[in-house]
């Protein structure tokens, strides 16, 4: 019996020394020891969000559509082009001496009327505007997509290392069973039962491993990483202040700046400006003739007013489905506020509630998992407890620790949802 306790008093010892040192290597910053002791280059979140937003060749390419757009607006004001005619008449004529040879040499210019050329620069304006707020937009769905795979690989990345720390220590821990198994002063079962613990914390770290590189792939094509870094490369960030202070005033600014809703706002410019050009267009346009006419062998001068009577067509059909429009991009308008609205709001007070079980997860989650797991380890060295009971308490410590780990990324992530529904910078 004394050779049993002193047995047991020996596992619990590499227990300790193996199972809690690698969970708790996670404490903080959630790296061990020994990758401390070796550091690689490290990328941080800003550093992938810069690099995305310069390398990026969606957001190049939303960049020269607003360069076009610039170009196009300064050509929109032209005045359209003169006609220039000449004309012969009687060229077939056999009577030269009763019917000569008439000569017609005019240039006609047609004259807007209506204000249409205004209301092309006013195109031309809305269209370099809806140009600009997609470049906008571009960049946001850029960062929020950099920033949901950068953490999703810290997210794996983290846990892989945590659960692979914990299946280290179990399986100096099976050695020895395997050893007192031998000894026959342990049951078979229990080494069984030990190993498939081991065997499923190692395949959950491998998967855990897997999603990170998975993860990690797409984010290295989408900021331009060339060769695509280790995953261990990528800082764990922190969660940005949140704070619930004058919200309502933040979602007036914010509805000011949102990308989406100056998307909307330009549909509705551009809308308008169509319905005012579409309304010019139902006004005739002079055309203006002017030039020499030989006729009978004298030169004389031409001069000819042209106008269309506006009896029928007044382009009616056009500019009423050009009011439609503009009726509807005043209601998409209202909704794209509305929902930009709501979910500014849900974002913001998801990350405060975040933040606020963050700093009490530690107390709330560890501080039990330690007082179980610390029991656990006193029962089993003076022969009270049992060895698996040991097992399964270092198993709630390992989930608390990966609780508190999960969470610290949750509200990373929702901090970056709620800069970005605010309309705030999003780099830390």
Same mark, same amino acid.
């Given at each position: 019996?004394?050779?049993?306790?002193?047995?047991?008093?020996?596992?619990?010892?590499?227990?300790?020394?193996?199972?809690?040192?690698?969970?708790?290597?996670?404490?903080?910053?959630?790296?061990?020891?020994?990758?401390?002791?070796?550091?690689?280059?490290?990328?941080?979140?800003?550093? =992938?969000? /810069?690099?995305?937003?310069?390398?990026?060749? !969606? @957001?190049?390419?939303? $960049? %020269?559509?607003?360069?076009?757009?610039? *170009?196009?607006?300064?050509? =929109?004001? /032209?005045?359209?082009?003169?006609?220039?005619? !000449? @004309?012969?008449?009687? $060229? %077939?004529?056999?009577?030269?001496?009763? *019917?000569?040879?008439?000569?017609?040499?005019?240039?006609?210019?047609?004259?807007?009327?209506?204000?249409?050329?205004a209301a092309r620069i006013g195109v031309a304006t809305a269209v370099t505007e809806a140009a600009r707020a997609t470049l906008d937009a571009t960049a946001r769905e850029l960062d929020v997509e950099v920033a949901n795979r950068f953490l999703a690989v810290v997210r794996e990345r983290d846990r892989g290392r945590l659960l692979s720390d914990h299946a280290q220590g179990?399986?100096?821990?099976?050695?020895?069973?395997?050893?007192?198994?031998?000894?026959?002063?342990?049951?078979?079962?229990?080494?069984?039962?030990?190993?498939?613990?081991?065997?499923?914390?190692?395949?959950?770290?491998?998967?855990?491993?897997?999603?990170?590189?998975?993860?990690?792939?797409?984010?290295?094509?989408?900021?331009?990483?060339?060769?695509?870094?280790?995953?261990?490369?990528?800082?764990?960030?922190?969660?940005?202040?949140?704070?619930?202070?004058?919200?309502?005033?933040?979602?007036?600014?914010?509805?000011?700046?949102?990308?989406?809703?100056?998307q909307a706002e330009a549909r509705l410019h551009a809308a308008q400006q169509t319905l005012r050009f579409e309304r010019a267009r139902g006004v005739p346009d002079l055309n203006v003739t002017s030039g020499l006419k030989r006729t009978n062998r004298y030169d004389t001068g031409v001069l000819a007013v042209v106008m269309p009577i506006p009896l029928f067509e007044r382009n009616r059909a056009a500019a009423t489905l050009a009011r439609g429009a503009v009726s509807a991009a005043e209601l998409e308008l209202e909704q794209v506020r509305r929902r930009a609205a709501g979910e500014a709001r849900a974002a913001v007070t998801t990350a405060a509630e975040l933040a606020r079980r963050r700093t009490d997860a530690e107390t709330q989650l560890v501080a039990p998992a330690t007082v179980v797991r610390t029991a656990a380890r006193s029962a089993f060295?003076?022969?009270?407890?049992?060895?698996?009971?040991?097992?399964?308490?270092?198993?709630?410590?390992?989930?608390?620790?990966?609780?508190?780990?999960?969470?610290?990324?949750?509200?990373?992530?929702?901090?970056?949802?709620?800069?970005?529904?605010?309309?705030?910078e999003v780099l830390p």
């Open positions: 019996m004394h050779e049993l306790l002193k047995g047991r008093r020996d596992i619990a010892t590499i227990v300790v020394a193996g199972v809690l040192t690698g969970v708790g290597a996670f404490d903080g910053g959630f790296v061990s020891p020994a990758r401390a002791q070796s550091p690689s280059p490290s990328i941080a979140l800003s550093d =992938a969000l /810069r690099q995305a937003r310069t390398h990026s060749p !969606a @957001r190049q390419a939303a $960049l %020269a559509r607003v360069d076009a757009a610039d *170009l196009s607006r300064q050509w =929109a004001g /032209r005045w359209p082009n003169p006609v220039v005619e !000449a @004309r012969w008449e009687n $060229l %077939a004529s056999g009577h030269r001496d009763l *019917l000569p040879l008439d000569v017609f040499a005019t240039v006609s210019q047609p004259v807007e009327l209506g204000g249409k050329r179990l399986a100096e821990l099976v050695r020895i069973l395997r050893r007192r198994v031998e000894e026959g002063v342990t049951a078979e079962a229990d080494l069984r039962k030990l190993e498939t613990e081991q065997v499923r914390v190692e395949t959950d770290a491998a998967l855990a491993r897997l999603r990170a590189h998975r993860e990690l792939v797409p984010l290295a094509a989408l900021v331009g990483w060339a060769p695509t870094p280790s995953t261990d490369a990528l800082e764990r960030p922190s969660p940005g202040p949140v704070t619930t202070d004058d919200l309502e005033a933040r979602l007036r600014a914010a509805l000011e700046r949102r990308a989406d809703v100056r060295e003076s022969g009270a407890g049992d060895l698996l009971r040991l097992v399964d308490a270092e198993r709630v410590y390992a989930d608390a620790r990966m609780s508190v780990h999960e969470l610290w990324l949750d509200a990373v992530q929702a901090s970056v949802d709620a800069q970005i529904a605010l309309a705030e």
